[in-house]
């Protein structure tokens, strides 16, 4: 165990060590808190533009401007569903929402794109709330009224014309109902009075009730996330390994250090360091991800509602216990694999031929991944499951759906036995490649050795 240890903290302080490391630490958080303020920012400080709309009355404006109020409406709901506020401010919400508004009407300046055309290009500005500024665009009604044709010099911001889009639809509704005699407001009435589709699920007991909540579904998306989260650490561990193996072969160190330790305490050792500091990366993001997910709780009691049941599905033994095995043997299955290749590598160049098939090997978890958030009954999972290179992700991914016991602990036999068998052929590769210097073209040869097939004489 003493070799093991000085192993790992060699491996493991040569890594934390290096600048790339503290780099790569603080990127993620940084990066977070760059793009959450630079987004904020960007919302905050985009400019508040003007446009008029020509028309022979005010209906076309008048049905733009209440499109407008309709969206802020909604996401006062959303803000005050989130943080939990009441009633009382709900008008200052508002007002505020309508002074950030980002788009202003101003009367036209002029009734034909010819004359506006000087306004649009910003040699003539037009006054407004905001002071004089250009024309951001014209919405010009043709003369058989319809077509609303919505002139702009900038095509890229595109949010007023959808907002007018969406109004002039709901215009067109309103006078159809208005013409077959019913009221403008017959449709929110019909949909206020359809049928509300509840879903439920069965309880053991009445007590626990029958409504599907939060915390039905937070089983099925905390396993996505922990699946996901071995996927990046098996995915972030390439480059250590790899490059790591490399550096040490090309450098001889290999020699010096099997002088002193047995192969076996080596491959442990250098394991246990690269887990070690993929770990820190991840218990440092994790750590991250939870201090601002109590502020946020701090700040709205709603938040903390909505994670309380991914906290309480994080912490039940029936999924962390098979995620925990999952867990150790995938990362010690595809480490050993890592490890292995690396060990036939002299060059960089050598290693990036094996990165492709490996990429792709990891990528098809991922797309399990995806078809587990969306279905994770799915019987594509049930099946894949009973691969041993996809096990570690997708028993994890089954845990919320209760499948049998037999299946979990077969599942875990499994890939432990194959663990086992990957390890000790990585052992021979890593051996044949470290200390006797055979390289890729070599692989195949000891495959062969290894099935007892005898290579073709030469």
Not at 203 to 227: F, K, N, S, W
């Amino acid at each position: 165990m003493r070799n093991i240890y000085l192993i790992f903290r060699r491996d493991f302080l040569g890594y934390v060590k290096a600048w790339g490391f503290w780099l790569s630490l603080a990127a993620v958080p940084l990066f977070i808190i760059i793009g959450a303020a630079f987004g904020y920012f960007a919302a905050s400080s985009s400019p508040v533009r003007y446009y008029t709309v020509v028309e022979p009355g005010s209906v076309i404006s008048e049905a733009i401007d209440a499109e407008f109020r309709r969206s802020e409406a909604r996401a006062l709901e959303e803000f005050q569903s989130l943080s939990g506020s009441g009633e009382g401010v709900q008008t200052d919400a508002a007002s505020a929402a309508a002074t950030a508004r980002k788009f202003v009407a101003v009367p036209a300046p002029a009734a034909t794109i010819d004359e506006l055309t000087p306004y649009l290009d910003g040699e003539k500005k037009v006054a407004g709330p905001g002071g004089e500024k250009p024309l951001f665009a014209a919405l010009i009604l043709s003369e058989d009224g319809r077509t609303l044709e919505y002139w702009s010099s900038d095509v890229n911001v595109s949010g007023l014309r959808f907002s007018a889009e969406t109004a002039m639809r709901d215009l067109s509704r309103r006078d159809a109902l208005v013409a077959a005699g019913l009221s403008s407001d017959f449709l929110k009435t019909a949909d206020e009075a359809a049928v509300t589709v509840a879903e439920f699920r069965p309880r053991e007991t009445a007590e626990q009730g029958a409504e599907v909540t939060t915390a039905d579904r937070a089983p099925a998306i905390v396993a996505v996330a922990l699946a996901y989260f071995l996927w990046l650490m098996v995915f972030s561990i390439i480059q250590y390994l790899l490059m790591g193996t490399i550096e040490e072969r090309s450098n001889k160190i290999f020699d010096t250090l099997l002088t002193s330790v047995k192969l076996p305490e080596l491959l442990a050792g250098k394991l246990l360091a690269v887990f070690a500091v993929t770990s820190t990366m991840m218990l440092s993001w994790g750590l991250f991800a939870g201090a601002g997910a109590a502020f946020g709780a701090s700040q709205s009691p709603a938040l903390m509602e909505m994670i309380q049941p991914f906290i309480a599905a994080a912490s039940d033994p029936a999924l962390i216990i098979p995620a925990l095995i999952s867990f150790m043997l995938g990362y010690v299955l595809y480490g050993a694999i890592f490890m292995a290749l690396g060990s036939l590598c002299d060059t960089i160049q050598e290693a990036q031929t094996l990165l492709s098939p490996m990429m792709i090997l990891l990528m098809l978890p991922m797309f399990a991944i995806f078809i587990a958030f969306n279905d994770p009954g799915s019987p594509v999972i049930d099946y894949a499951s009973w691969v041993p290179l996809f096990t570690p992700f997708l028993l994890i991914l089954r845990m919320p759906s209760d499948p049998p016991l037999w299946e979990i602990l077969a599942q875990m036999a499994l890939m432990a036995v194959t663990t086992a068998l990957i390890v000790w052929g990585a052992t021979k590769v890593y051996r044949a490649g470290a200390v006797h210097g055979a390289g890729i073209g070599d692989l195949m040869g000891m495959i062969k050795g290894a099935v007892g097939m005898k290579p073709k004489a030469g």
